[in-house]
């Protein structure tokens, strides 16, 4: 059973606290099953670091929908998580750290190591594709209509 899930975040679009808003859908078979929107609860400082902030609160959404639908059905691994980012994207799949990421809390890389167990795949989506950007902000009537549309058709 295949576990497909989106991931955002808007970088620091609270004016008052500066924290970002983390968004995900989670797809079982096509079908959304499980969606959230959050504050994140620290500053990010680059839009990179508040984009793996996403992924890893998605990908802990992956793992407990793994856990309760693998009582029932075998759950396809790696389970898919499509984000916008490239950066971060490369963070989880890199070997190294580059010094523009050495501050992002360790929590974080909890990510990593399950791509490098191949728990988790990442694939690049562009952000006018992501579908998750509708659980970040309010969007326009035209692109929340077509997000809609394209999660309710998967």
């Known amino acids: 059973m295949d576990l497909v899930q989106w991931t955002d975040s808007d970088w620091a679009t609270d004016k008052n606290d ?16 499980s969606w959230g929107s959050r504050k994140q609860k620290s500053v990010a400082h680059s839009s990179t670091e508040g984009e793996l902030v996403a992924a890893v609160d998605t990908a802990k959404e992956g793992k407990y929908l793994s856990n309760l639908i693998g009582q029932l059905y075998k759950v396809k691994k790696p389970m898919t998580i499509k984000i916008d980012n490239q950066g971060a994207k490369f963070l989880c799949e890199g070997e190294g750290v580059s010094q523009r990421a050495k501050h992002i809390d360790l929590k974080f890389w909890a990510l990593r190591d399950w791509v490098a167990e191949k728990i988790f795949k990442l694939i690049y989506v562009a952000t006018d594709a992501n579908i998750a950007d509708m659980m970040t902000k309010a969007l326009g009537q035209i692109k929340l209509d077509a997000f809609r549309y394209a999660a309710h058709v998967r």
């Open 18 to 33: 500066r924290k970002s808003i983390t968004g995900h859908i989670s797809f079982v078979l096509g079908q959304p099953v």
